[in-house]
């Protein structure tokens, strides 16, 4: 079951439990601020407005299993040719250890994608990182093409599109 957060405190709330765990997990060692991310700390005005999403999958018995968001990108890559009109920003996706390569990543995606569709959006950015198992191959697999490879030793950031 997939759910659209919208401004239910429960909802956000157990959002914004799940993606500091998840972040936490994946990236507070590589960081020098491993508190709350800003976009976590300001929940609602960052994913409770027009021009984001930000979707839980939750198991039939209501508990959350994985995450998906967008958000308006804001030109902040100067390196990279994508105008922000139109363009939104793929953030937060994650799934249970446990539950990885049964296809919930691809219907958090997918879910997402309809979302953004309806909303107008026609370009989809996002980075990732190849110390993030699968993370280049999957996003490849939905339609995103690699723009830049940075070589930068800790973070080797992918910068990847998709039109829509």
Known sequence: MFEVVGSSS???DEAVAFAHRAWRELF??????PGMPAD???FAATYC???ACFVLARTPEGEVIGSIAYRPYDGRFAALDVPPEGCAEVVRLYVLPQLRRAG????LFQRLQQQALACG???LYLHTHPFLPG?????ERQGFHTLL????PVWQTHHMLKTL
């Open 10 to 12: 429960t909802s956000t």
């Open 28 to 33: 507070a060692e590589r960081t020098a601020s």
């Open 40 to 42: 976590l700390a300001n």
């Open 49 to 51: 407005r027009a021009g």
């Open 104 to 107: 919930l990543g691809s219907a």
């Open 121 to 123: 959006v026609r370009q």
């Open 135 to 139: 993370a280049i191959g999957f996003w």
């Open 149 to 152: 490879a940075e070589a930068e």
